[in-house]
């Protein structure tokens, strides 16, 4: 990864970007350096950036801080970050854009979705039949979105429930990988047409991608079509179509390519409007292909130029190709009445895989954590009978110095709070053995101060789950020592974080 620094007026880039905490820039642009003096807001900004470091436009991200930037993005079809921490924008409405609100929120954007290198479920070009088919995940793939529950893709975008993970929106994770994925691998064109394969039901499309589409449509800008491809007459469900056969049940819905053919049809109000288009087709999920082909055969005889097939999830590894056979002819505009046998059929396996998983799931590991440390931060005694006062005065009883350890789990857990403190994260701890009053038995009090917080104490298993959710977001593999906490204890403990950096 490089940086590049674009500025109006001429500037020491070195100086500035040292100021910033950031690396020497690999390139710096003034207007000057600008062909005819393009003024920001010109893509001529990051194509001159794209020629001179010998890369692609789709291998670039904008970090910018005004409208001006934002237009620069999109006009060079270059996904845009806006810097919200610096930003010099009064009104941002009519500004859709990913935002951070401080650096760590770009390195967060950059980690789980602008630097991962694409993979898909499946992938296929079809050059000459003008058509590229993206699936991202397979179908029965489960993500974390708690400590200890998940949940499966038809949670989201078949049977529409609203998933949290961590503070995050589980439908607008997917879809930013969707997105990005595409992004980098050339199959998100700047200035193409997004739309969305209309559901069942007469007039209806899938309420989670449209609710997405509507705003990261600028991601490339590109422009949002929802009307642009309509079921005109209801048609089976085919998610219910795809339970039956699952479930070995007999199938009594037609939902074959001619059951498409019937049914839906590109907007009349679009007609001469797609002609040497890139019109981006998003579904949830695909099986044999049937939505897609039948989408791509409405749009290529309605004028555009290629078209792209993204979906969040595929059944099955293999897809079928529909062309039609030579004397059928079809109106883009209406329904039409053509059966299977008016196609030829092609089953094809394309380039298979299992997607993102493993990223996708360290991704919703890292949200999950960022949620409980940000919980945390701002309520240290969540469960307390006391309150958070009384968790800055000690219990009463007799207190003395944590300079020695009674038990391994101790050691154990003081050993990673140095790390943290010294190496990872900014808090401040010390330890405490207490005898509470009346009592004869020791109490371990662990007094943490987290970022912008003064200390609290938390007893042993508080201390252990803050440290374990600070791990899980600094990308540490770490463990606490399961009870009574000996030698024997500590050993186990060891050999599965041993396991786990093995894995």
């Known amino acids: 990864m490089a940086f590049v620094l674009l500025s109006t007026d001429p500037m020491e880039a070195d100086a500035a970007m040292a100021a910033a905490g950031l690396p020497t820039p690999a390139l710096h642009l003034s207007l000057d350096d600008i062909p005819d003096n393009k003024k920001r807001g010109s893509g001529v900004w990051l194509q001159e950036v794209a020629q001179r470091l010998k890369l692609r436009t789709n291998q670039l991200l904008l970090v910018g801080t005004t409208r001006w930037d934002w237009l620069t993005g999109i006009n060079a079809g270059v996904a845009y970050i806006h810097a919200n921490w610096a930003s010099q924008v009064r009104d941002a409405k009519r500004m859709d854009a990913l935002s951070a609100s ?73 879809m930013l990988r969707l997105l990005s994925s595409a992004y980098l691998d050339g199959t998100l064109p700047g200035r193409s047409l997004f739309c969305v394969y209309p559901s069942s039901n007469v007039g209806k499309v899938s309420a989670q991608l449209a609710g997405f589409l509507e ?32 479930r070995g049940e007999a199938r009594t819905a037609d939902i074959s390519i001619a059951a498409q053919t019937r049914t839906v049809r590109i907007n009349p109000r679009h007609r001469g409007k797609l002609d040497g288009k890139t019109v981006v087709v998003f579904d949830d999920f695909t099986t044999e292909g049937t939505s897609i082909e039948w989408a791509r055969a409405l749009l290529l005889n309605a004028g555009a130029a290629e078209v ?27 329904v039409n009445n053509l059966t299977a046998a008016d196609f030829l059929q092609t089953t094809c396996a394309g380039r298979t895989g299992q997607g993102p998983t493993a990223s996708l799931t360290a991704a919703a590991k890292h949200f999950i954590a960022a949620a409980e440390l940000q919980t945390a931060a701002q309520s240290p005694l969540a469960g307390s009978e006391n309150g958070q006062e009384a968790r800055l005065q000690p219990p009463a009883g007799r207190r003395s110095p944590m300079t020695a350890y009674k038990i391994a789990r101790q050691r154990h857990l003081a050993d990673m ?29 662990w007094w943490i101060a987290l970022p912008g917080q003064v200390e609290h104490w938390y007893d042993t298993g508080e201390a252990e789950r803050l440290v374990s959710g600070i791990c899980l977001a600094a990308g540490i593999i770490w463990e606490p020592v399961a009870a009574p906490g000996g030698a024997s204890q500590l050993a186990e403990a060891l050999a599965r974080m041993g396991q786990r950096r093995d894995a």
């Open 417 to 445: 709070l140095t790390h943290l403190q010294q190496r990872a994260y900014p808090l401040v701890w010390r330890g405490e053995y207490l005898i509470p009053a009346g009592r004869t038995t020791t109490t371990a009090l």
């Open 308 to 334: 792209i097939a993204l979906t969040v999830g595929k059944y099955g590894s293999r897809h079928t190709r529909y062309d039609l056979r030579a004397g059928a002819a079809i109106n883009p505009f209406d």
């Open 215 to 246: 705003k990261a449509k600028v991601m490339v800008g590109s422009y949002y079509k929802e009307d642009l491809l309509e079921r005109a007459i209801a048609a089976p469900d085919t998610s219910i179509e795809r339970v039956k056969r699952n």
């Open 102 to 174: 401080d650096p760590d929120g770009v390195a967060e954007l950059l980690e789980h979705f602008f630097l991962p290198e694409p993979h898909w479920t499946f992938a296929e070009d079809s050059t000459g039949r003008a058509m590229r088919i993206r699936s991202l995940l397979p179908p029965n793939v489960r993500f974390p979105h708690a400590a200890d529950r998940t949940f499966e893709l038809q949670d989201v975008f078949t049977r529409g429930r609203t998933i949290t993970i961590g503070n995050q929106d589980a439908r607008d994770i997917l």
